[in-house]
């Protein structure tokens, strides 16, 4: 079982960085691949970065690519979703989840994650 914890959303004017962060309590973070998904008033949750358990290998959302950067310590249990150059259409509630079956080659899609944090909001104005 792992527990989740995003904090650091908030409100921000575009152009402007927010860092993320994703807090895991349970046993072996390190064993789970990560990611982060957002989700906008009346639309669905999408895919917007994911990390391997070792931090070796990311991916990211076509919308984000160059300006998210998702890292990760597991000495810290923390997974982090650096966010630049920021645009109103990025607000929305940002959602870290575990998955231990893609932990090598993280997983793109929401249904492969088990483990889900509650979610924290992050609006850019313009």
């Known amino acids: 079982q792992v527990q989740l914890v995003e904090s650091g959303g908030g409100l921000v004017q575009a152009g402007g960085s927010l860092r993320l962060s994703c807090a895991a309590s349970?046993?072996?973070?390190?064993?789970?691949?990560m990611g982060w998904f957002r989700q906008a008033p009346g639309k669905e949750r999408e895919f917007v970065a994911a990390?391997?358990?070792?931090?070796?290998?990311?991916y990211y959302a076509d919308s984000v690519k160059d300006r998210f950067t998702i890292s990760r310590d597991n000495a810290k249990n923390t997974v982090y979703l650096q966010m630049n150059s920021l645009k109103p259409e990025d607000t929305a509630v940002y959602y870290c989840?575990?998955?231990?079956?893609?932990?090598?080659?993280?997983?793109?899609?929401?249904?492969?994650?088990?483990?889900w944090g509650q979610g924290t909001q992050v609006t850019v104005s313009s």
């Open positions: 349970g046993r072996t973070f390190s064993s789970y691949a």
């Open positions: 989840a575990a998955d231990w079956g893609s932990r090598v080659n993280p997983a793109r899609t929401k249904y492969n994650y088990d483990y």
């Open positions: 990390i391997s358990w070792s931090g070796g290998i990311t």
